[in-house]
Structure formats: C-alpha cells, structure tokens
C-alpha cells in the first residue's frame, strides 16, 4: 500500500440550499519520498483538496488512506494526533507567531506531542531543526527580524520538528520573490532527496512546479493531468507546451 | 500538554499585552484586596469581641426583679422587689446547671481616700462567691473577703485597679482605710485588672465588698422592705376612695391569725437584693440552668401557672451573640461588596479574553493544524485567564493587606493577619478566573482549523 491513497473523494460545501460541489471523485496515490506540484486555476479546489489530504478537513464521500489508516471518519481529535505525528504544514502567509522567537517558534508543535520532551531537549531539537533549513545564527530573532525566506524557513522548520513523513505546503512561495523563492524550493528538493521525506505543493508557478518530480493538475475538481517529470529543466519546457 | 508550560506560554501571551493586562486585571486587585481587608479587619474585631466576652465571664446568667405594672403600665425593670439572698443560696443548694452564684447590691456613692476622692462606677455588696463567677478569684494583691465577713458585714472591701490608681497612685492600699459615706472600710484586696466591656464601661472601676456591709451600712436602706405580705398584713391604713394615690398594697386575702402563722409560718425576707449572678456549668448548660431556676423561682415565690414570672433571667451568652452576630453580619456585608467587585473584575477578565480570543484566530488555527486539540487551547486560555486572575490575586493580597495595616496604624483598629483570607483570596481568584474565563476559552477551543487559519 502507498503512502498515500485517495479513493473517489467528493467535497460539497453546503451553502443554505444551494450545495456547491468542490471535489468531483478525486482518486490519487503518492508513494513514499515523491515530490508533487498540484496545480490548477483559481477556485478549482486545490486548497480544499490539501485540506483533505492535511487532514485539516473531511471528505464528503470517499476514502483517504493514509499510512495504511483510513482517515476520513476519525474524530477530531484523533485528526489532531495524526496532523501532530505525521503531517507538517506549511503557508502562504508563513504563520509564524509574532513576539515569540524563531527557536520557539519552531518548537512549538512539540508541546502537543504525545512524547514528553523536556524543555532543553526542545529546544535543542527546535536549534538543530533551525540549523538543517540555514538559520542557526537566528535562533532568538523575532519573525519580525527576519526576511520573508527566513521567516519561511522557520516556518519549514517548525513542520519538520515531529519529523512527519508528509509535508504540505499551500502556495509556499506566494509571498515570496522569485531569489528566495528559489532558496525555499532549494531546501524543500534537499529534504525530499536526503531525508526522503514525501513533499506535496500547491502552485500556480510553472517555475516552481518545475521543482516537482510529478506535476498533478486538477480543473473544476476533478484531476486532469498527472505528468511525471524528469527534472526540472525539462520540466519547465514541458510546463510551457 | 503539560500545565507548566502551559503556565508559561500563557505568561508570554500576557507579557505581550502588559498594560493591557494590568487594567484588566485591575478589578481582581481590587475585588481581592477588598475581600483581604474585609477579613482582617472582621478577625480582628472578632477576636477582640471574644477577648471582651470572656472577660465578662461568658457563662454568666443574671437574675432580676422583674417589671411591676399597673393598669397595663410597665415601671420597668427591678421596679419590684422580689429577689432575696436565700434566692441566691436556694439556686446554688438546688439547681444542679449552677456552678455559682451571687448576691448584688448596688450603690452609687463617693469613696475618700486622705484627700482624695472618686466615684467608683460600680459598688457592688456581694458574697465572695462573685469573684468565682466573674472568673476573677486570682487577686493581684492581698486576699479576698470571706463568707464570714458577709455574716458580720464587716467593713473590708476589694478594689478595682482604676480605684487603686486614683485615690493611691501607685502606693499598695492594702491594709489601709478608705471611707465611704464615713464609714471607714479596710482594703483588703486589689482585683486584676479586666479592661472595658464590650459597651466600653470600665470594669476595674469597680469596689467589692460584702453585701450587709453595702445594704445596711452605705446605702442605708433597713428592714424596711420586709416581707410584703406580713407587712400588708400589719398595715392598719384604710384604702379609702380619698386616698387616690395608695402607697400600699391592697389586702386581697383576710390576714392570718396567730395561730395560722405558727402553723404554716411564711417564710420572712430579710431583704431584698438587686440582682442574681449565677455562673452555670458551662455554656452548654446555660439554657438548662434558666430552666430550673424558673422553676425553682416561681416556685420560691408561690406563682401560679399562669401568672408571669415576677423576674428576669438575662444571658451574657445572648447579649455577646447579638454583638458578635452584628459584627459578623457587619463584616458579611462589606465582604459581599468586595464579592461584587470581584464579579465586575470577572467580567473584564471575560471581556478582554473574548478580544484576545478573536484576536489571536490565526494563532489558535495554526495550533491546531500542528496538532492542537479542542482541549488544548481550551486548557491554554483557561490557564492563561487563571493566571491573569492570580495575578492580580496577588497583587490584591498584598494592597489589601497593605490596607489593613494602614487601617491599623491609623484608625487604631484591631486587624488580625488571618492565612485562611489569603487561602480564600487565591483561590477565589483562581475561581474567577475560572468561570469567567471558560466561556472564551470554549469558544476558542471550537474554531475550526481551516476557518481560523484563514481569518484575517
Ligand atoms: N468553506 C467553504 N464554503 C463554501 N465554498 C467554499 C468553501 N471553501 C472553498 N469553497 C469553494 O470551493 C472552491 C475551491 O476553493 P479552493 O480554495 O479549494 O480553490 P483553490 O484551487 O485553492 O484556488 P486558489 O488557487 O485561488 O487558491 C471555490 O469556488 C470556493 O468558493
Ligand atoms: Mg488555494
């Protein structure tokens, strides 16, 4: 079984009466260390479909295999200690906590980890976890004292510190300019390449779709390409056929 | 996720805000400072209430002539004379609830030491068994005077320390004479000192002595007011519709013979005394020992059923309950008001967490998507409402003691340190913080994830 595995998956959002469906019948599977670009015009259900998968969000009809667990009717709870264990999440708009240091930041998910880490293990993990994404001169800068990039770093960080398999991220680069886009997509192809961990992309960039090893586009809900690449030159020629 | 770090996350979160959160912890300060006040001043009244009572002599039961009445007038009370000495020795020989009890009578008259004067408050003429129901056996000087002395009604007398003060100065007045209305006494005896009662009279104002000595010799007073049956029995006056105003008693029954009175000879009261005290067992017995001296009273001055009883039983016990329950309910009352301003405090603490919560949506979806539970935000804002709460719980330990010192130094009042106040103070405010805190942090704890990530 794959990492990852969707069977027929449907969101309608119910709007009073009138139901708008989202997800038409979405069936996919990832496999361990894969790096994937969603991509797709606006409003065609990207981000819902991330939210499925980052189980922030349950399916309306459909199965979602995750890890070999069949996600999509367990509580919320229970939602939570697997978003905790396995899933990492990063944003559009980074997310960080303001006033409260990168170190901190960063080690933040570990206090609603099941393991009972002590603060100085914290925060040394949260030190090492800062060091592998290039910020270990910035343990104690506020996320106001850094850039946009490092403040994404500490944001990619922060995901890695329960060391999921699966990393989520929704339009990473989005807020970002095209220099420290790259250094962020950079560091996502090493974590994918060295630690093999499994890297799922929303984008609208053919330039950093080009990154992915699999490009998956969705259209009016339903998956209408799913072209696997080679690297990323070809990878951006072919984006632009 | 462990409370103490917990604890501490909440800390920052405040420290993020501190003016903020100082105002808003502003009502605790007070409501709690208020409460702390409150409850020192109250103990500290209280205990000196009960230093006040027990000087007193808590257990004591006084014994009055009761109210005469005519035509639906009252005279008040001891406007009869009914009470007697052999009252006295009857209550202590059969009311088993007694310890003891004592004979008084009072005069009001100037006491001349060389050539010094004053007017002692109380002259009392007693029976040394006084001293034991006042709980004022132990002397500071010299000895107390005997049953012996009563029996003669020699002239000794105890003296009470304001006594001692102003006619001696200083100077030890056993074995000395005083005068009173010229009639020289012998000191024998200095009382302890007792301090003000609770209505603020001076109790060591105060001279002992026996009671003959007292009725017969200072106040003057004879045999006079005998025995009123016999003394209706020989009165010749005739009641005529002239004398509107009859001095005597009117003759109800026909007078005894001779030889009725040799049969059944009523018993003849020497005199008459003012008051009764009695000192029962302790203070469980004090409704019993009421209980049989009426009985034994009505039954000692011939009453029938239903005639009302012709003296009074008053309670100490009554009287310091009534003075400590208003002071309590005193205390309850301002105690209840610092209740309220706690509750205002309250409701700002709900307010600003509210905006906090609002505020910080995005932080709260972010918790969650990293694996926050409903119960961990829940448990992170409750914590940090609790530790605001305490906070200012501390803060208002602190002004409020500091209040009551003040009060202390300046107004003079009693003020007692109680741990319990502060005990209380804490754990008040850990409940307000609490139950005010509940709802925005149950809020909180139900945002959806995606929603909240998405609030701007
Ligand atoms: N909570 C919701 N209630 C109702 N409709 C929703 C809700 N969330 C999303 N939608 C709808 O679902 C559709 C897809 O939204 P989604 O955010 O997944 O688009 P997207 O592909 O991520 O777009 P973009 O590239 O602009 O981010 C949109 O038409 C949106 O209106
Ligand atoms: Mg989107």
Redesign the interface.
């Known amino acids: 079984m794959e990492l990852i595995e969707l069977h027929g998956i449907e969101k309608t959002y119910q709007m009073g009466d009138i139901s708008v469906p989202v997800l038409k019948g979405i069936s996919l599977s990832i496999r361990q260390g894969e790096l994937i670009a969603l991509t797709g015009s606006s409003g065609s259900g990207k981000s819902t479909l991330m ?1 499925i998968l ?1 189980c ?2 349950r399916p309306t009809t459909g199965e979602y295999w995750l890890d070999s667990q069949e996600t999509s009717r367990l509580s ?2 229970e939602r ?2 697997l ?3 396995k899933l990492g ?1 990063v ?1 559009q708009s980074f ?1 960080l ?4 240091s990168a170190i901190e930041n960063v080690a ?2 570990l ?3 099941a393991e ?1 880490l002590s ?1 100085r293990e914290a925060r040394g993990r949260a030190a090492e976890m800062l060091g592998r994404v290039g910020l270990a001169d910035r343990l104690d800068h506020y996320p106001s004292q850094l850039s946009g990039g490092q403040q994404q770093r500490v944001a990619i960080a ?2 890695l510190i ?1 060391r999921p398999p699966v990393l989520f991220a929704d339009e990473p680069t989005g807020n970002l300019d095209s220099r420290t886009s790259e250094e962020v997509l950079q560091m996502f192809e090493r974590l994918n390449s060295e630690d093999g961990i499994t890297i799922i992309m929303v984008t609208h960039d053919p330039k950093v779709a080009g990154y992915a090893q699999r490009v998956i586009r969705i259209d009016d809900g339903l998956i209408q390409g799913d072209v696997p690449a080679a690297g990323p030159e070809s990878e951006a020629q072919g984006g632009a056929v | ?2 409370v103490f ?2 604890a501490r ?1 909440a800390f ?1 979160a405040l420290r ?1 805000n501190p003016m903020r959160a100082m105002l808003t912890t502003l009502g605790i300060v007070i409501g709690v400072g208020a409460v702390i006040a409150m409850m020192e001043i109250g103990a500290g009244s209280s205990s000196s209430l009960k230093k006040t009572i027990a000087s007193m002599g808590a257990n004591v039961l006084v014994i009055r002539p009761g109210t005469a009445s005519s035509g639906g007038i009252s005279f008040g009370v001891g406007t009869t004379t009914t009470l007697t000495p052999q009252d006295c020795q009857a209550i202590l020989r059969e009311c088993p609830a007694i310890h003891n009890a004592a004979p008084i009578v009072r005069a009001r008259t100037q006491v001349v030491y060389g050539n010094r004067n004053w007017v002692p408050n109380t002259m009392y003429g007693t029976t040394p068994a006084f001293l034991d129901v006042q709980d004022w056996s132990i002397l500071a000087e010299g000895e107390p005077f005997s049953d012996r002395d009563v029996l003669n009604g020699n002239r000794v007398c105890l003296l009470g320390q304001t006594l001692v003060r102003e006619l001696f100065e200083g100077e030890s007045p056993v074995g000395k004479e005083i005068r009173i209305k010229n009639i020289s006494f012998r000191v024998i005896g200095v009382l302890t000192p007792k301090g003000a009662n609770m209505m603020g009279q001076d109790q060591d104002d105060v001279i002992l002595a026996p009671w003959t000595t007292i009725k017969y010799r200072v106040t003057g007073s004879s045999l006079s007011t005998t025995n009123q049956s016999a003394s209706t029995a020989a009165t010749d006056t005739v009641n005529t519709l002239s004398n509107l105003y009859p001095a005597d008693q009117i003759s109800l029954y026909p007078e005894r013979s001779s030889v009725q009175q040799a049969d059944n000879p009523m018993p003849v009261r020497f005199a008459n005394i003012e008051s009764i005290m009695a000192a029962a067992n302790n203070a469980g017995e004090i409704s019993l020992a009421i209980e049989q001296m009426t009985a034994l009273l009505r039954e000692r001055h011939h009453l029938r059923a239903d005639e009302p009883d012709d003296f009074s039983i008053r309670d100490m016990a009554e009287l310091t309950k009534t003075l400590s329950t208003t002071t309590t309910l005193m205390t309850n009352l301002l105690l209840a008001v610092a209740m309220i301003s706690l509750v205002v405090g309250g409701v700002g603490i709900m307010n600003i967490m509210l905006v906090s919560v609002t505020e910080r949506t ?2 709260i ?12 935000i829940l448990q992170q804002f409750l914590v940090e409402a609790v530790v605001l709460c305490l906070t200012g719980g501390a803060m208002g330990i602190v002004l409020g003691h500091g209040g009551s010192l003040l009060v202390q130094l300046l107004l003079k009042w009693p003020v007692e340190t109680s741990p319990a106040a502060i005990a209380t103070a804490v754990l008040v405010s850990a409940g307000v913080g609490i139950i005010f805190g509940f709802y925005p942090a149950w809020k909180a704890s139900r945002f959806d ?2 929603e909240a ?1 998405r609030f701007e």
């Open positions: 939210n980052g922030l969000d919320s709870d939570a200690l978003r905790n264990r999440f944003f997310n906590l303001a006033r409260t933040m998910p206090s609603y980890a009972n603060d922060r995901a329960n | 996720m462990r770090t917990t996350t920052k993020r995005r932080e979806g972010l918790r969650m998507a990293v694996g926050a539970r409903g119960r961990d994830p995606i990530l």
